[in-house]
């Protein structure tokens, strides 16, 4: 079973992010960069899924600078067989819509029974790249998956997810598209032989040419742009709300009813 995981790098969500001084773009000079951590959760059903069938390819492929070779080696150490990596000069500035397009011509030659992502990258919180990959490949999808399942053949998987309503269970013919929740298992760490032969492992590069954009550019590409970044406002100080426990409850009580108005 061939199984493909697209990958994003992003910045580590206790990094201090400053905006550039354009206004446009974040300062990224001195952010530490991870694996997106609901793309651990794809790369770890992966392995398991492999691992359980006894054969198959695990492949990650992710598309962005040369600093995401740290991302792809993360998923390298972590168990996966191969990375791939998408870039090109001219790739820089494209937007979600942009990257699925480009993941998209990649993947349109390659073979593979699964495509699994993380359901949403934790810096844009877009949820964009597997719905679009799905609908640009012409693939069934099954977002927000928090167990999965296959027939004895491993030509239909069977996903549970999170609805609206409760959970849903749908079952879904391969090959197809399917987004990783959190709950869907415990992504495993990557042991110090994994990592040494991460290191070891030679990553493939893919460039415009090889996706047939050679010339023609990626502004074509872009549905959107950034116009301006602003800090959130900042937060008033707390207050202390004084006096015994009767007397300090009706006043908490007054004060959310009437100043912070929930309820």
């Not at 023609?216 to 116009?227: N, P």
Request: proline share 6%.
């Amino acid at each position: 079973m061939n199984i493909i995981v697209c990958i994003k790098q992003v910045p580590d969500s206790e990094a201090q992010v400053k905006i550039a001084s354009d206004g446009k773009a974040l300062d990224l000079d001195q952010v530490k960069f991870v694996l997106n951590p609901y793309d651990e959760f794809a790369v770890e059903e992966a392995i398991r899924i492999k691992e359980k069938k006894g054969d198959g390819t695990v492949t990650v492929v992710s598309l962005g600078p040369p600093r995401v070779k740290d991302a792809l080696r993360s998923a390298l150490a972590m168990g996966a067989d191969q990375a791939v990596l998408l870039w090109d000069p001219a790739f820089e500035g494209l937007d979600s819509h942009g990257t699925a397009v480009l993941l998209s011509r990649y993947l349109a030659g390659q073979t593979y029974d699964l495509i699994l992502l993380g359901k949403q990258a934790i810096d844009d919180d877009m949820s964009y790249i597997g719905p679009a990959l799905a609908d640009l490949l012409k693939l069934p999808l099954v977002s927000v998956v928090t167990k999965l399942e296959f027939s004895p053949d491993y030509k239909t998987a069977f996903a549970q997810r999170e609805g609206e309503r409760g959970v849903e269970k749908i079952e879904v013919s391969l090959p197809a598209v399917l987004t990783a929740q959190k709950g869907l298992n415990e992504p495993r760490y990557a042991s110090l032989m994994g990592i040494m032969k991460a290191k070891k492992k030679e990553i493939q590069e893919v460039n415009a040419a090889a996706l047939g954009m050679e010339g023609s550019g990626t502004s074509d590409l872009v549905k959107s742009r950034v116009t301006k970044l602003d800090y959130p406002p900042k937060r008033p100080p707390g207050k202390i709300v004084p006096g015994d426990a009767a007397t300090a409850a009706k006043e908490l009580v007054r004060l959310l009813r009437e100043e912070a108005k929930i309820i």
